[in-house]
């Protein structure tokens, strides 16, 4: 936890020094603390409560066709990076 405090830090001063001072009164965006709360008090107390009756999609079919997508697209970039490489001879380092 104080790991994750300490990295996430720099970034919050940073947000806050940046913001816009036209914002300071608006009380949703002086601070990202309402909007987190209130997202965090919705997804784990409102949501169950009222998806209780509701079953789960099932999208076995979907998924599969989501990874055979991603798979052949990687496999496509990676061909196309050592074809780039190696075959044509343009790797960042030559001139």
């Known amino acids: 936890m104080f790991l ?3 990295i996430m830090y720099p970034a919050f001063l940073w947000v806050r ?3 816009d001072p036209r914002t300071d009164p608006w009380s949703l965006v002086h601070s990202p603390l309402p909007a ?4 965090h008090v919705f997804v784990v107390a409102l949501g169950p409560f009222y998806m ?3 079953k789960p999609l ?3 079919g979907l ?5 055979l997508t991603m798979m052949t697209l990687s496999s496509y970039m990676i061909y196309e ?3 780039q490489d190696w075959l044509l001879g343009k790797h960042p380092g030559s001139i």
């Open 58 to 60: 099932k999208q076995r």
């Open 4 to 6: 994750q405090v300490y």
């Open 81 to 83: 990076v050592r074809r």
């Open 17 to 19: 020094d940046e913001a």
């Open 36 to 39: 987190t709360l209130s997202l």
């Open 63 to 67: 998924l599969i066709a989501c990874n």
């Open 52 to 54: 209780y009756k509701w």
